[in-house]
């Protein structure tokens, strides 16, 4: 390869505060790909080998490892995504706790279960255990580039798996780090491997034979994934995108709501998945609750709260929704035609938009939030769920907190807190519709990353054997006669 070809093969990641060169990377094709999957199929068998207590070992000593250089890793962050030194932080500090919960639960989750025979093989034992997939592709988004991916790889990695990492494009600083950090802990085998690129790396380790895919990203490319990925029956689990909603009560701490709408909305400049893009309030704190969060806006400052906007074309995006509100009779209380600018967005509320316009409809992922006033939590119900997408969904309220939460089409609810489902380690994250399906975070997690072994074993032999061509006519008419008894007289209540 010449020195042009190497220079046309490497891509620059760029601060989107000040587009600063942070990091030169190379750009991985399809046959590097295949020789990272392949090493990475000889390290899953000795990564399995070690067992439970093996693996969580060394998953804790990594644990350690990046709590002891989180400074280091925030800072790496801040870089690549222009965000505040504080968020990068949280999220880090969240990916840690689900990396050392997986690490420790995997054995009681993932061990062998005994399970009832049943009667007619009353002498036999049965048990259920999990084992390892093998080699699992991860492809990273750029919005939380160390909470969200890890979030698939500590539960694979805690499962027995080896894993192929594709980071954002915007954010293979963080990959590296993360896949370094923890060869220093893990050298013996490559169980955890980094490509970099663009669309095509991750289309590459679709098709490289892995034997599942983890990715985080928009719906349309989700869509695109999956379609690739059923040429080989490749299982994947897709967390896709959100329109997520709040929904305030009449009878709601609103000073509460106010606060985790804020920051709910704008936090990470609306770069959130799970983010707040829609709140549907009671019509009896309507009022109280629109003014509470104007004057929490007010103090929230692009550059200070929250970083840029990651990727530029996002910023049409957030143009069109903004401008679309107002357009269709809707009114902008903060920001406005005028708060996008060329890196930084003002935090815009927009109320009496039609639930039909863009700014409702479309995940705007930006420091946006539409805020309507419904009669009832009946219709904020119906609101909230008249969406395509379901992933996350907040509620507050002091008496109807549980129940609403149980009505709203989505694959977690907070209440009383904005999006703490994310944080808890045994509470799995995932959506529905549009939002993508399987579940990462909590035992179902674990178990997305495995395959149940089903055993049965037989203690000691019976005369009634209904597995032989010596079974009897009289055996047959025995078993009839038992199953009768077991089942026949429920037919009739």
């Known amino acids: 390869m010449t020195a042009v070809d190497v220079a046309q093969e490497t891509f620059d990641s760029l601060n989107p505060a000040t587009d600063e060169v942070v990091g030169t990377y190379p750009v991985h094709g399809a046959e590097r790909v295949a020789e990272t999957v392949a090493r990475a199929r000889g390290a899953a068998s000795w990564w399995a080998s070690l067992g439970f207590d093996g693996r969580r070992a060394r998953l804790l000593r990594w644990a350690a490892q990046m709590t002891r250089r989180m400074d280091e890793l925030c800072t790496v962050v801040q870089q690549e995504t222009g965000k505040p030194h504080g968020d990068a932080q949280l999220e880090t500090v969240l990916a840690i706790e689900h990396l050392t919960w997986a690490a420790k639960h995997a054995p009681k989750i993932l061990g062998r279960h005994r399970r009832s025979p049943g009667l007619l093989l009353s002498n036999h034992t049965a048990s259920v255990e999990y084992q390892p997939l093998g080699?699992?592709?991860?492809?990273?988004?750029?919005?939380?580039?160390?909470?969200?991916?890890?979030?698939?790889?500590?539960?694979?990695?805690?499962?027995?798996?080896?894993?192929?990492?594709?980071?954002?494009?915007?954010?293979?600083?963080?990959?590296?780090?993360?896949?370094?950090?923890?060869?220093?802990?893990?050298?013996?085998?490559?169980?955890?491997?980094?490509?970099?690129?663009?669309?095509?790396?991750?289309?590459?380790?679709?098709?490289?034979?892995?034997?599942?895919?983890?990715?985080?990203?928009?719906?349309?490319?989700?869509?695109?994934?999956?379609?690739?990925?059923?040429?080989?029956?490749?299982?994947?689990?897709?967390?896709?995108?959100?329109?997520?909603?709040?929904?305030?009560?009449?009878?709601?701490?609103?000073?509460?709501?106010?606060?985790?709408?804020?920051?709910?909305?704008?936090?990470?400049?609306?770069?959130?998945?799970?983010?707040?893009?829609?709140?549907?309030?009671?019509?009896?704190?309507?009022?109280?609750?629109?003014?509470?969060?104007?004057?929490?806006?007010?103090?929230?400052?692009?550059?200070?709260?929250?970083?840029?906007?990651?990727?530029?074309?996002?910023?049409?995006?957030?143009?069109r929704h903004i401008a679309d509100g107002p357009a269709r009779g809707g009114r902008a209380l903060t920001g406005g035609k005028d708060a996008v600018g060329e890196r930084f967005v003002q935090p815009t509320v927009l109320v009496d938009v039609p639930e039909d316009s863009e700014a409702v409809e479309e995940e705007t992922f930006g420091p946006t939030m539409t805020v309507a006033k419904v009669r009832d939590m009946d219709e904020a119900v119906e609101k909230a769920n008249g969406t395509r997408y379901g992933l996350g969904s907040t509620v507050f309220s002091k008496r109807n907190g549980l129940a609403l939460a149980a009505r709203l089409k989505a694959g977690m609810t907070s209440v009383n807190a904005p999006l703490s489902f994310a944080g808890i380690g045994s509470l799995p994250f995932g959506g529905v519709g549009d939002s993508g399906f399987g579940r990462i975070h909590g035992p179902e997690g674990l178990r997305e990353f495995s395959r149940p072994k089903a055993v049965a074993r037989q203690r000691f032999a019976v005369p009634i054997n209904l597995t032989t061509f010596n079974r009897t006519e009289k055996t047959d008419k025995l078993v009839a006669k038992l199953v009768t008894l077991m089942h026949g007289r429920r037919a009739n209540g």
Request: with cysteine; hydrophobic share 45%.
């Open 135 to 319: 080699v699992i592709g991860v492809i990273g988004p750029w919005n939380y580039p160390v909470h969200t991916p890890l979030g698939s790889i500590s539960y694979a990695l805690a499962a027995g798996n080896a894993v192929v990492f594709k980071p954002s494009e915007y954010t293979p600083g963080v990959g590296k780090w993360l896949v370094d950090t923890f060869a220093e802990v893990v050298p013996e085998q490559p169980v955890f491997q980094l490509v970099t690129g663009f669309g095509k790396t991750g289309a590459a380790l679709v098709s490289a034979g892995v034997d599942k895919i983890a990715f985080t990203g928009s719906t349309g490319t989700g869509k695109k994934i999956m379609a690739a990925a059923a040429e080989t029956l490749t299982p994947v689990v897709i967390e896709a995108g959100g329109k997520d909603a709040l929904l305030v009560d009449s009878d709601a701490d609103i000073a509460a709501a106010a606060d985790a709408a804020v920051w709910g909305a704008f936090s990470n400049a609306g770069q959130t998945c799970i983010g707040v893009e829609r709140v549907y309030v009671h019509q009896d704190v309507y009022d109280t609750f629109v003014d509470k969060v104007v004057e929490l806006t007010g103090k929230v400052r692009p550059g200070t709260e929250y970083g840029p906007i990651t990727m530029p074309s996002q910023l049409d995006v957030i143009r």
